[in-house]
């Protein structure tokens, strides 16, 4: 087992790292998500300036 480790070790690594990100952007997600704030759209502000602010999702 600790031979398999150490062949994978660099693999191991790198999908550690990838998962971690994932995890901490899904938690940015959540967290943004209870404070409000719209991640929906490239502005990654609010509806206010948006030209398609009473159409892409309901209230």
Do not use: E, F
């Amino acid at each position: 087992m600790l031979n398999w480790i150490a062949q994978n070790g660099l693999t191991i690594a790198v999908i550690a790292v990838v998962a971690a990100l994932v995890a901490i952007a899904v938690v940015v997600m959540v967290r943004d998500k209870k404070k409000g704030k719209n991640s929906c759209g490239s502005c990654g502000g609010g509806c206010a300036g948006c030209p398609m602010s009473g159409k892409c999702h309901s209230k």
